[in-house]
């Protein structure tokens, strides 16, 4: 039996037309029945890079009892010119995070879909405090299980005061060496005292992984990375699933 963890988050490839373009990480998040993907939203939009998919493909798995099954699923970003995904702002400017709306019925009847709800959002960010261990569950440079087509899991911590906005912006800073192909990977925490995890969800929902975060005055021929990282705070998702 697989950990849910890692069946709640998904490849992501997006396209232009049948063009491969870029890989990344999303995760499945239900509020009121109602099923999305969560991403960065530089993964289907970038305006500086010129980066303009058209749609993505998820990979989902469609058979319980056997995890090297899974099938690529379609999903269109736009209809009649209007994109299809949600995005929204706050008093800084925009949040890197978007939820895409799945309809279950066009879904494969078999997926083993397993997903965040608000009830995994911390109620309390005072029980997070810096330095506490999280883990990154993505496809860093899509590297990941091919067989079994599981995502893999970095070992981070937090690196900024929780509950304050980094810097002014709605994100908060993740100490961990990750890579291209990790945005829009869920940043959780274990709950403490819920069982093996292979059959409930028992993670908190802390954030979004956006990217990599560098110091201004980096000297790249004397200075090492930072190995920071910006995640956007999960409670986004209540706004981008009204």
């Known amino acids: 039996m697989i950990e849910t963890l890692l069946l709640a988050v998904t490849r992501v490839s997006t396209f232009s037309g049948a063009q491969l373009l870029t890989g990344a990480t999303g995760f499945f998040f239900e509020r009121d029945e109602r099923l999305f993907l969560v991403s960065a939203r530089h993964v289907v939009l970038d305006e500086i890079s010129g980066h303009r998919p058209d749609r993505l493909e998820i990979e989902l798995h469609i058979d319980p009892q056997d ?23 706050d008093r800084a400017g925009a949040i890197d995070v978007i ?18 709800t608000p009830q995994h959002l911390i109620a309390d ?16 440079l899509g590297f990941h299980d091919n067989f079994h087509h599981l ?7 937090i690196a900024s005061a929780f509950g304050i906005r980094f ?8 100490d961990a060496r990750l890579h291209r192909g990790t945005s829009g990977a869920p ?56």
């Open 125 to 140: 960010l005072r029980d997070i405090e810096v330095g506490d261990r999280v883990v990154i569950v993505g496809f860093p």
């Open 99 to 116: 939820t895409l709306e799945l309809q279950r019925a066009v879904l494969p009847q078999s997926v083993p879909l397993h997903y965040f």
């Open 187 to 242: 940043v959780v925490a274990r709950n403490a005292g819920t069982g093996s995890g292979r059959h409930s969800l028992p993670w908190s929902l802390l954030g979004i992984h956006a990217a990599r975060i560098e110091a201004d005055q980096r000297d790249a021929r004397q200075d090492g990375r930072l190995d920071l990282n910006c995640a956007w705070y999960a409670d986004a998702l209540l706004v981008l699933t009204e």
């Open 167 to 174: 810097q002014g912006r709605g994100h908060f800073l993740t």
């Open 151 to 157: 995502p893999v899991v970095r070992q981070a911590v």
């Open 67 to 89: 995890v090297a099954q899974t099938t690529q699923f379609s999903i269109p970003l736009y209809r009649d010119g209007r994109a299809l995904w949600r995005e929204t702002r």
